[in-house]
C-alpha cells in the first residue's frame, strides 16, 4: 500500500516536448507538493494544493502547472521542456495542521527522474 | 524568509562510532518544526527524525538523537554507532507554523568507513 506513488519513475524526453508527472496519495492528507532537485541535490518546493486551491508558487517557470482534479491528486505538467528541467521531481502530502504526535505527518513520493535530451 | 544551512558537505565516520551532522536555520516564527531526512541512493526521502519547536526536550529514535537549541537556532543530529546502512545524504528540514511545504538545507553526504 504505497502511501504517495509517483509516475513514471523515470522519463526521458526531448527538448520542446510537453510532459506530466502523476502524484497520488492515499493518506487522506490536506495538502500535497511538488518539490525540484537539481544535479547537485538541492531541494525547492516549487507548488503546494490546498484543498483544490495553489497556495504556494514559487517563481518557477510559467511552463510548470501543478493540476489538482482531487485533494488525493496532484499533476505536474511541464510544457516545452527545456535541458535545464533535468532533475528529481518529488511529490509529497501532509496535513493542513499538526495532528497529535505526528505533526503534519509529511510523506514523499518515489521521485521521478526526468531527463532533457 | 527561512533559511536552513548545513554547513558540512561531506563527512566520513568509521563504523561503529558516533557523528554528529550540524544544521542551523533563521527564522522569526516561534511555532515550528524541524526535520532530519535521509536520502540514499535510491532517492527515497526517508525521514529520520523530528523536533516540534515547542517542545524542550530532545527527540530521540533509537540511534539517532538531535540537539535542539532554539535560542541559538541549532538542529545537530547525532548518529551513534554508525552502520553501513547510515551511509547516505542527510538534509535538515524548516517547516513553519503554516502549512507550508519545507525549507531544506543543502544536505551533508555521509560516508560510513568500514
Known amino acids: 500500500d504505497t502511501a504517495v506513488s509517483q509516475t513514471p519513475k523515470y522519463l526521458v524526453t526531448q527538448m520542446g516536448n510537453d510532459k506530466s508527472i502523476k502524484c497520488e496519495q492515499n493518506l487522506g492528507h490536506d495538502t500535497m507538493y511538488w518539490y525540484k532537485q537539481d544535479s547537485k541535490k538541492f531541494l525547492k518546493i516549487m507548488f503546494s494544493y490546498n484543498n483544490k486551491e495553489l497556495i504556494i508558487n514559487e517563481t518557477v517557470p510559467n511552463r510548470f502547472s501543478p493540476k489538482s482534479p482531487d485533494k488525493a491528486h496532484l499533476n505536474l505538467h511541464i510544457n516545452s521542456l527545456e535541458l535545464g528541467d533535468s532533475a528529481v521531481y518529488f511529490c509529497a502530502s501532509s496535513h493542513n495542521r499538526p495532528r497529535q504526535g505526528s505533526s503534519y505527518g509529511y510523506t514523499f513520493g518515489s521521485g521521478t527522474r526526468l531527463t532533457v535530451v | 524568509a527561512q533559511t536552513v544551512t548545513q554547513s558540512q558537505p561531506e563527512m566520513s565516520v568509521q563504523e561503529a562510532e558516533t557523528v554528529t551532522l550540524s544544521c542551523t536555520y533563521d527564522t522569526s516564527e516561534s511555532d515550528y518544526y524541524l526535520f532530519w531526512y535521509k536520502q540514499p541512493p535510491s532517492r527515497q526521502m526517508i525521514l529520520v527524525i523530528r523536533?516540534?519547536?515547542?517542545?524542550?526536550q530532545n527527540a530521540t529514535e533509537n540511534r539517532f538523537s538531535v540537539n535542539f537549541q532554539k535560542a541559538a537556532k541549532s538542529f545537530s543530529l547525532k548518529i551513534s554507532d554508525s552502520q553501513l546502512g547510515d551511509a547516505a545524504m542527510y538534509f535538515c528540514?524548516?517547516?513553519?507554523?503554516?502549512?507550508?511545504?519545507?525549507?531544506f538545507g543543502k544536505g551533508t553526504h555521509l560516508i560510513i568507513q568500514p
Open positions: 523536533q516540534e519547536a515547542y517542545k524542550q
Open positions: 528540514a524548516y517547516q513553519g507554523g503554516g502549512a507550508d511545504g519545507l525549507t
